[in-house]
């Protein structure tokens, strides 16, 4: 199995926001899909919002292929504030790989590509927010050098869920 990376390409955008969609139900409908979840994912990773990412900071989202076709992404958000330290810090918002393609360092592949850009940017740490239930992503990230550094609310129409905040800080 050959994994190329890359910048996203505006031609993906339909495969890309059908893949954030896809592992976003996977990792996080635990109780099916609610009105909140489908309101939450349909704006969240809609075709126009994918391609307006694209179109406005084409160096954003990273993409995994397997034989052109996408199956992870990684998207770094430069201009985020840390919610914890209350200070500018670029932000690893997601990092989601296809559940049939755990295990193969496809995960490993995109952090270090989007690592290696935040760093080329001049940026000397890297943030991260993770569910607090999501002990699976949260062992990857430790096992990258990741730290805990405080918990914040992640906000979905009437409920709220518990996020960890991690930070990363480059040598």
Do not use: H, W
């Amino acid at each position: 199995m050959k994994i190329s990376y890359g910048k996203a390409k505006l031609t993906d955008s339909l495969r890309i926001s059908v893949l954030l969609k896809t592992i976003y139900i996977e990792t996080y409908a635990v109780d099916g899909i609610t009105f909140e979840f489908a309101n939450f994912i349909t704006k969240r990773f809609s075709l126009e919002l994918i391609e307006n990412i694209i179109k406005e900071n084409p160096n954003r989202l990273i993409i995994a292929y397997q034989n052109e076709n996408p199956v992870g992404v990684a998207e770094i958000i430069y201009n985020s504030t840390c919610p914890i330290r209350k200070i500018k810090v670029p932000e690893l918002s997601k990092l989601y790989v296809l559940k049939r393609f755990y295990g193969k360092g496809i995960g490993y592949g995109l952090i270090n590509e989007a690592e290696k850009a935040v760093k080329e940017n001049g940026c000397t740490e890297f943030n991260l927010e993770v569910y607090i239930k999501n002990d699976r992503a949260i062992a990857f990230y430790e096992r990258q050098g990741y730290t805990s550094i405080g918990n914040v609310d992640f906000p979905m129409e009437s409920n709220t869920y518990e996020n960890l905040v991690m930070n990363k800080v480059f040598n």
